[in-house]
């Protein structure tokens, strides 16, 4: 029986721990610049929300993670952490790689919003799996094949599970959901209710009423995802009375912006007027839900 001639040690093959090093570390500080920077708009999305913790901050963990696997068999100088780390490497460059595919459709299909950083990061993360892959000498690609299934079908049901919360996060919580907003947001509306929240503006109302369903449907269901809504109500969606009567609201829907308080229904108009909005008025839903 012929002996199986031992494949040779390339320059990619010897260097590949380093230069994975290299593309996590990039990814840290690059999740680290975010952090200091502020979340964008994607990052604060009910989208990717995760337990509470910051986009950035999980791209830091693992990237952090990643980084540890590639260069920890060096450091230690220990080969009895060759196999298991290569298989690390490759097990979370696929859950990255499926998580940064979501991140873009959420980005450029359903915000609409452009976030060069998490694009930056996404190639950042398909370049961790193609460097997994090519750098190091697999046996089999048969090796592969059921942590890469199992691995990936796991990513797919946890994007699948957030995109679907963040669509209808009511059934998924208790309390008693408010109307279903049925109007669409133009650009006008969404970045009135992004500057809204940025100044730091907030909507205080009840699930019940049928005025703040109103001013919602003004808003759209795009753009309200992104007002700072306060539910008065303790049969309510995560309830918050006590902040309302802090805040001296006696009636539905109040806006508090700036410091001052504005009782009932407001035109898009008197709200970017309230609030120092200077960006485009071409509003489309000025006579929705009256």
Known sequence: MARKRKQPTTWLHRNSRYLLTGVATAGLLLSVGCMAKGNSALAGSAYVQLGGLSLPLLGAIAYGLMGACAIGPVVTKN??????????????????????????????????????????????????????????RWESLGQLLLPGISVALVAFIATTGLYAYAQNPNTF??????????????????????????????????????????????????????????????????????????????SYPTWEINGQTYAGVQSLQSLAAASGYAGPQEFVNQNAGH
């Open 79 to 136: 080969k009895s952490l060759e196999g298991p780390t290569w298989i690390g490497l490759f097990i979370g460059s696929i859950a990255m790689t499926i998580f940064s595919g979501y991140l873009l459709y959420i980005m450029l299909a359903v915000l609409q919003e452009p976030c060069i950083p998490c694009m930056v990061s996404a190639v950042l993360t398909v370049g961790l799996w193609g460097l997994t892959l090519v750098g190091n």
């Open 173 to 250: 919580t208790a309390g008693n959901p408010p109307p279903v907003v049925e109007t669409d947001s133009g650009a006008s509306e969404i970045a009135l209710a992004k500057h809204l929240t940025d100044i730091g503006a907030k909507k205080y109302g009840a699930w019940w009423c049928p005025h703040c369903h109103a001013q919602q449907t003004l808003f759209g269901k795009q753009a309200f995802d992104h007002v700072t809504y306060v539910e008065c109500d303790e049969e309510g969606i995560d309830p918050q009375p006590n902040a309302c009567r802090a805040a001296g609201v006696q």
